[in-house]
Each structure stands twice: as C-alpha cells, then as structure tokens.
Nanobody
C-alpha cells in the first residue's frame, strides 16, 4: 500500500537547521513530482518547496528562498527538505506529497499522495 512517512521535525531555536525526510513506499518515486507543504495553526496549507519528476524544475515559496532546499533520492524512494536559518514564522506541520508526471507547480490540489505530517517548532 502507498505510504509517505515524514520524520525529522522537532523544536529548534531561531537560526538553527533541520532536515526533514519523507520515506515513500508502495510505488516508485521516480517519475513523480514531489512537494513539501506546511500548515500553521489558523492558516491555510501552503506549498513550501516542490520539484518536478525530472528534478530539473523547482519551486520555492518566496519566504523560504535561499534557506530551504528540496531534494530527492529516487534509489531510496526518499524526499528531503533541508531547512536552514529557521525563523519562528516557519513553525508549522510539514507534509510531504507526491504528484503526477506532469509539472503543475506547487498547488496542493495537484498532489494526490500525502504523508501524515511532522511538527516543526522554531522558538527561543
């Protein structure tokens, strides 16, 4: 069965780094767009970083450009989100998701497989 399992979240201080991982199973990750999304309390889910199936195209939310990096290891069926210089406003539940072969950007409705989420809290 299809599964996406996030890990790596936690409590960090402003300026620190975290790397989120998303282990996928039940399907072949290669050939699928991937994405990281987040939802803070009282706010809508937003696309943070997404990557096309080929890996040649990426999208980053303006507020995370230069601080976050999405990557994939198709051999390990795993997706990563490296987060640096974390800020309190990055606090949210982070979800990984996969989409289809065609690149539609980072709109959540284009992603049909979702993990359960991992909490990231940035606080001093």
């Amino acid at each position: 069965q299809v599964q996406l399992v996030e890990s790596g979240g936690g409590l960090v201080q402003p300026g620190e780094s975290l790397r989120l991982s998303c282990a996928t199973s039940g399907f072949t990750l290669a050939g699928h767009a991937i994405g990281w999304f987040r939802q803070a309390p009282g706010k809508e889910r937003e696309g943070v970083a997404c990557m096309s199936s080929s890996g040649r195209t990426t999208y980053y939310l303006d507020s995370v450009k230069g601080r976050f990096a999405i990557s994939r290891d198709n051999a390990k069926n795993t997706v990563y989100l490296q987060m640096s210089s974390l800020k309190p406003e990055d606090t949210a539940v982070y979800y990984c998701a996969t989409g289809g072969t065609t690149w539609y950007g980072c709109a959540s409705r284009r992603y049909d497989r979702w993990g359960q989420g991992t909490q990231v809290t940035v606080s001093s």
